[in-house]
């Protein structure tokens, strides 16, 4: 039996992406080339794929064994690569994440900028996701790492700890209950709410801690980014729950106001979710390691953080 590398990078790319097409166009190689590369391994494995109508390829359970094994590795080949290309110089290599919208859009910028102040040579690409689009990718095996608000139960995906953050519930400066302290949820059960979409963790925690409180919710509107939903609040169309990171700076431009609601407690955490059989290069668990020490400056001034 002679398995290469490259057959399981060509596996690992079809296994991803679900055609032998797209496979070979993310490698830059022919889709004849792919196709005789994976029926070559599949001569020698047996079918890895469950074959559809059309070129779709899904994996059996065969498949789904090979592919945490072929991208470790795959990701140690590349790893060795980086070591001895540059045995006296920084790390270097590519690292895919995932992140939700609220981590996505209000922290990981300046993160991973001071990152790769320390890592020049590591290039890091990031897409923002909802929760359950990211699980799914990490499932696939698609990206490295991600960093979410949402809970995350799959027992295949190791979730840590990361950061705490709090929900608040926003509205207007002309609101009535604007910067109001000891309201009663109950009064908030007649008004109209700008939400996040179904998966994103925000609506998650709203759907689990508020929504419950109230015989029916009036939603004005579903939106999937939370600058949106803010605007929305600012042109006074609606109220809105969101982190404390994502309306920071609208608060304390005095752009928005806060609803303080008493005995609700919206406070969560931020994980960082990995799949368990994935791989963590030296890279990888450097990126892990600053993310874990990271803390976030004060985030909004005293006079806003009584909630």
Known sequence: MHITLRQLEIFRAVAQIGRVTGAAESLYISQPAASMALSELEKHLGPLFDRHQGSSLKLNDAGRALLPKASELIDRAKELENQFAHSDGPLS??????????????????????????????????????????????????????????????????????????????????????????????ELADETWILREHGSGTRELFDEMIAPYFDHTQVGMVLNRAEAVKQCVIDDIGIACLSRFAVKSALTSGMISTIHVRDLNLKRHFYLLTHKKKYHSNMLRQLKDYLLAWQPEHLLPAHLLDT
């Open 93 to 186: 290599g590519n690292i895919i994440l995932n992140a939700s919208s609220t981590v996505g859009n209000n922290l990981m910028p300046r993160i991973l900028s001071a990152f790769q102040q320390k890592q020049p040579g590591v290039r890091i690409e990031m897409e923002i996701k909802n929760s359950k689009t990211i699980e799914q990718r990490l499932l696939e095996f698609k990206i490295d790492m991600a960093m979410v608000e949402g809970t995350c139960l799959h027992p295949d995906i190791e979730v840590t700890t990361w950061l705490e953050d709090e929900l608040l519930i926003i509205c207007s400066n002309n609101h009535p209950l604007a910067n109001k302290k000891d309201v009663c949820l109950s």
